[in-house]
DNA sequence: AATATATCCTTCATTTTTCACTCGACAAAT
DNA sequence: ATTTGTCGAGTGAAAAATGAAGGATATATT
């Protein structure tokens, strides 16, 4: 797994400056120098910009999955809304382990290239298949449909909005902005979210819903 | 406030274009040719590509803010709570009135430049002083203040994910992605995480929170 | 009313800058 | 000695910006 420390070195400032300034705002200049290597090298290991690209964004996301599949294996023995939690976490930890890489893919997937639809197919319906099926199976028959695509687009948005709205956070949140308490504390948040949707799908408390 | 049309035109042509394929993605010649006029033009209107953009986003946030701030003169003989709704209210519907330019900028946000700190003072702390003072206002006094910031930042996040996962929402949300049916939904799907939050808030129900 | 003047808008041609990528030489490692 | 990695210079294309000139329209002057 010991690779090139050159190459590691590109990937490493490349995902600074993407996360930084977008990819089409960084220059392969800016990445070479602020790798400490010729820019010559970046074609030399990548092809092209493209192909650092592709393959910084094709790893983050195959050891993205691979985490989840683990958990989701790992799991079988809970309750499904202890397995929901679990993925939760282990998708938030994650995002916050590659935390520059997370906020540059997830802002780059709201374009509209070739490049971002093949991830959403090859990667991220994966990742909807995970939690979708159990989410739905979660909030029970009750109610419609439509709404409970709502919800999911709510779970989805909280586990991206840290990644997006990273400045706010940066500032608001206070303080203690260390990764492991953040994660902590955050997942509690999706948690209490997540208990009183799924309460109110059962029917408790929640009155003419829809 | 009739405009020359080919200002105008450009306006529109950039908002799109930049919304697909992002500032740096799009050249000038692009958006010349969608708005059929010539290359010139643009630096004439705007003196630089950087103009056309500033002048976008400051109009943007212009109406944005003075928008919000009509509804929140307006409701001051509601409760709290429901000036709060309103206010959520207001906002997804401009948003979703600017659909283009909401989803770009808010992707832009993201990124790491003088111009995006500028906006952020200038007219993000404005929205920021609407909403979080009310928001916290009616939390009350039993919650931590951390987690009162986390749940003020879900709540942020409830009004951009949208406009951040609009693939997800425009595969996901079945059908009907007719604005108006979009906000009055999507308001109510806030709109109860809300009450529940508030609720909680005021010790009902949710027990050792924190 | 007719002409002159100024202002606003558009176009064309050109320059300047930026950028991704290539090439061949050189060095280090195996 | 062959592979592997590093380097500087250079190339061509793309893109932004400029500037001068031409038209259109409105305003002012006689």
Redesign the interface.
Known sequence: MKQNPSKQKVIKAASTLF???????TSVRDIAERASVNVSSISYYFNSKQGLLEYAVTNYYENYLFTIEKTFNETNLLTPIDKLHSLISTIIQYKQNNYQLT?FI??E?????VF?REM?VTYLAKENFYLKNIFFELLGERLK???K??????L???L???Y??????KN???GDYSHQLFVK??V??IK??LD?TVM?GEGI??KA??
Chains 1, 2 share one sequence.
Do not use: A, E
């Not at 695509?149 to 709510?154: A, C, K, P, T, V």
């Open positions: 996360f930084q300034k977008g990819f089409h705002g906020c997830q802002r997937l709201s374009l509209d290239s971002v959403t449909n439509d709404y695509q709502y919800l999911f687009m709510q989805k948005g909280m991206i909005t840290p997006i709205l990273h400045n706010d956070w608001q949140v206070v504390k955050y509690r948040v209490d979210w009183f109110s408390k929640r819903v829809y």
